[in-house]
């Protein structure tokens, strides 16, 4: 009988999901997509929509940018779907973590991984003063989101008191981050488990080194010391398929953040390891123990 895996994503076109469910159907599993923001749940039945599913998981990919109210309801229906034995990779808790910069930070301090000082606060007068308290050069982030968008460097007083004072009225978060010089590049780690699978260099001409930014890749050769802070800082936010963001500084390496729906496209065209294989391995690995 033909096996069933499911993927979980709110762009079942995104050609990294096709990646990936390609490496599926080559080992014989059909290919479904959920798709989180088009899911009707009535609880008498919801059940009936994974019980078909050998082996019994599902690979997430993502469950979509939305309103907080919408983004609360998608992660209850990733409980969900855990509650009726179905083994999420990654996780709900862990998607839950690594998707608030804010629980990261806090995961990540707690544990001793190295990370830039951070602040969050909701009033801006407070951001302001913690403006100030951070050195008068600070990465202000959205609390939720990716690929760079929405990151600003405030290294002026009156132009923070502007950006922070608009964002006030728009009942925003403050996350305020320490601007740390890391040479206008960062590393980027890809986790499975306890393997760091491969890395390479973000470059970029600015402080910002997200690929979507025009930051360019560039092999690296991972050395012991990043495998084991890249393992360390994904399992302590609980992320068992992850990308790690490395920063070197002059205090030494630092984690910025870690991403638990990692894209890989830009990282293979830098190695030769087929990684949309070894996750497709390492996913299937995990949800038939």
């Known amino acids: 009988m033909k096996k ?29 997509y959920f798709v989180p923001a088009e899911t009707i749940v009535d609880i008498d039945t919801f059940w009936e929509r994974f019980d078909h599913l050998d082996p019994r998981g599902a690979l997430v990919r993502g469950f979509g940018a939305a309103a907080t109210q919408k983004i609360f309801f998608r992660l ?35 544990h001793k991984i190295p990370t830039p000082r951070t ?35 405030l290294n002026d007083k009156a132009f923070a008191e502007n950006v922070i004072y608009t964002l006030g009225e728009l009942n925003e978060i403050f996350y305020l981050q320490e601007f740390v010089n890391h040479y206008n590049r960062d590393i980027r780690v890809l986790v499975l488990g ?22 360019k890749m560039e092999k690296i050769k991972l050395t012991k010391e990043l495998k084991r802070l890249a393992v360390k800082a994904a399992q302590v936010v609980k992320t068992e398929i992850a990308g790690v963001d490395i920063i070197e500084s002059e205090k ?8 638990s729906i990692p894209g890989f496209t830009a990282l293979q065209k830098v190695v030769n390891t087929n990684l949309a294989e070894k996750i497709i391995d390492f996913f299937l690995k995990k949800i038939s123990k």
């Open 194 to 215: 306890d393997e760091a699978v491969a890395g390479m260099y973000r470059i970029a001409d600015n402080w910002k080194t997200n690929i979507y930014a025009g930051a």
């Open 4 to 32: 069933n895996s499911m993927i979980i994503t709110p762009k079942p076109n995104d050609p990294e999901v096709q990646i990936l469910a390609k490496e599926l159907e080559k080992k014989g599993i059909s290919v479904e």
């Open 119 to 153: 602040i969050i606060c909701e009033d801006a007068v407070k951001a302001l003063d913690n403006f100030d308290i951070l050195g008068g050069d600070v990465i202000l982030k959205p609390l939720y989101g990716s690929k760079g968008i929405g990151i600003t460097r």
């Open 252 to 259: 030494g390496l630092q984690v910025i953040e870690v991403n």
């Open 76 to 110: 209850d229906v990733l409980s969900a779907i855990e509650e009726f034995g179905i083994t999420l990779i990654n996780s709900r808790e862990s998607l839950e973590i690594a998707s608030d910069k804010f629980l990261t930070s806090i995961f990540l301090k707690n």
